[in-house]
T-cell receptor, first 115, second 113 residues
Framework: AQTVTQSQPEMSVQEAETVTLSCTYD???????LFWYKQPPSRQMILVIR??????QNATENRFSVNFQKAAKSFSLKISDSQLGDAAMYFC????????????FGKGTRLSVIA | NAGVTQTPKFQVLKTGQSMTLQCAQD?????MSWYRQDPGMGLRLIHY???????DQGEVPNGYNVSRSTTEDFPLRLLSAAPSQTSVYFC????????????FGPGTRLLVL
């Protein structure tokens, strides 16, 4: 079974600085998708960024980017120019390529942003 | 589009009571799922459905029932509530097309006394 591990239960970053959240996963599949979701205090799950495993180029979305290392099964999230609104729980998730398969989540990393 | 909606937002139950958490989506998504979120546990899959009339169990299905009679709706039933079912429940949906990104409802906070 696939598993997703987020080894940092909590992280903190100074406003305007850069922080990297770690995620590793275990799978025997060659094609799959990876996601980062943000959950602010409102509890709404918000998609931050996603990556297709067959693409070597790392995905970027404004201040958010990933470092996808397929051989190492690593999918870290980098947040640049951190803002107070970035404070949230961040979840890494994995899904097999087939669209009718469940999403597997890590346990999350709580990010605090210090003014 | 309303996206994924869930009702109620918050509910208090007594042990042994039953209730149904409602979930609806207006995006014509084939895939729908229910998760529960507990502190330090991330999101755990309860049940999922790949289309009307088709459901399957996830990681933590005990004590919950689902059905999918239409594409839009995917209710979650608690048959006899227990304090261990105190949690936040999320419904999500996705299309089979593309990356199958899941879109989440706002969640239902359930307290079982």
């Amino acid at each position: 079974a696939q598993t997703v591990t987020q080894s940092q239960p909590e992280m903190s970053v100074q406003e305007a600085e850069t922080v990297t959240l770690s995620c590793t996963y275990d799978t025997s599949e060659s094609d799959y998708y990876l996601f980062w979701y943000k959950q602010p205090p409102s509890r709404q799950m918000i998609l931050v960024i996603r990556q297709e495993a067959y693409k070597q180029q790392n995905a970027t979305e404004n201040r958010f980017s990933v470092n996808f290392q397929k051989a190492a099964k690593s999918f870290s999230l980098k947040i640049s120019d951190s803002q107070l609104g970035d404070a949230a729980m961040y979840f890494c998730a994995y899904r097999k390529e087939s669209g009718n398969t469940p999403l597997v989540f890590g346990k999350g990393t709580r990010l605090s942003v210090i003014a | 589009n309303a996206g994924v909606t869930q009702t109620p937002k918050f509910q208090v139950l007594k042990t042994g009571q039953s209730m149904t958490l409602q979930c609806a989506q207006d995006m014509n998504h084939e895939y729908m799922s229910w998760y529960r979120q507990d502190p330090g546990m991330g999101l755990r899959l309860i049940h999922y459905s790949v289309g009307a009339g088709i459901t399957d169990q996830g990681e933590v299905p005990n004590g919950y029932n689902v059905s999918r009679s239409t594409t839009e709706d995917f209710p979650l039933r608690l048959l006899s509530a227990a304090p261990s079912q105190t949690s936040v429940y999320f419904c999500a949906s996705s299309s089979f097309q593309g990356m199958g990104t899941q879109y989440f409802g706002p969640g239902t906070r359930l307290l079982v006394l």
